[in-house]
């Protein structure tokens, strides 16, 4: 199993541009999660995902998009970027009814 | 409603030291607590879990941390803290009463001195 994979590792965008970050999972977990994370902050939850085609808000939603039309895939989409985006964003999934998440590497994006 | 507070935001011991990590939680539902370690330029991985049943959970790499309602405290410890373990690690609390929502503290970097 590669667990859970992310694409690109790096990026750096202009303010404006726009990107999709992808995630993919190979365990079949039913629960997928997309996260932000900045220095002293810990983890701030953008989107989740229960299932195919069901997504919903998390804490800090604005400025970004998902959709979730396979088990695997959960890419997150950033539209009109802002130097406010710039931060490690990390994709998690879990199984439903199971506790602990598993994530992805990571993805570092700077925004200038 | 859950919230986690991480006591330390970097911690210094010497290599064959204890390692404690200090993590107070509230929740107004019995809680699901975890702890989770991030080596550099790496995703989260879990280190134990605290569900229900015993509240001294062993986890990996010789870690545990123990439940403790009273104190509405989780810390975490090692007996014997080796190069290996600097990283940060985050503590995470989970309500019971279903849902998925985890919230998670602001971490705790370890250093280790040799």
């Known amino acids: 199993n590669a667990g859970v994979t992310q694409t690109p590792k790096f990026r750096i965008l202009k303010i404006g541009q726009s990107m999709t970050l992808q995630c993919t999972q190979d365990?079949?977990?039913?629960?997928m999660y997309w996260y932000r994370q900045d220095p002293g902050m810990g983890l701030k939850l953008i989107y989740y995902?229960?299932?195919?085609?069901?997504?919903d808000k998390g804490e800090v939603p604005n400025g970004y998009n998902v959709s979730r039309s396979t088990t695997e895939d959960f890419p997150l989409r950033l539209e009109l970027a802002a130097p406010s985006q710039t931060s490690v964003y990390f994709c998690?999934?879990?199984?439903?009814?199971?506790?602990?998440?598993?994530f992805g590497p990571g993805t570092r994006l700077t925004v200038t | 409603a859950q919230s986690v507070t991480q006591l330390g935001s970097h911690v210094s011991v010497s290599e064959g030291a204890l390692v404690l990590l200090r993590c107070n939680y509230s929740?107004?539902?019995?809680?699901?607590l975890f702890w989770y370690v991030q080596y550099p330029n790496q995703g989260l991985q879990l280190l134990l879990k605290?569900?229900?049943?015993?509240?001294l959970v062993k986890g990996i790499n010789g870690f545990e941390a123990e439940f403790k309602k009273s104190e509405t405290s989780f810390h975490l410890t090692k007996p014997s803290a080796h190069m290996s373990d600097a990283a940060e690690y985050f503590c995470?609390?989970?309500?019971?009463?279903?849902?998925?929502?985890?919230?998670f503290g602001a971490g705790t970097r370890l250093f280790v001195k040799a």
């Open positions: 998690a999934s879990s199984r439903q009814g199971a506790y602990e998440q598993y």
């Open positions: 365990m079949n977990h039913n629960y």
């Open positions: 995902s229960v299932g195919a085609g069901i997504t």
């Open positions: 929740s107004s539902v019995p809680p699901y």
């Open positions: 605290y569900t229900t049943g015993a509240t």
């Open positions: 995470a609390v989970r309500a019971n009463t279903g849902g998925f929502k985890t919230i």
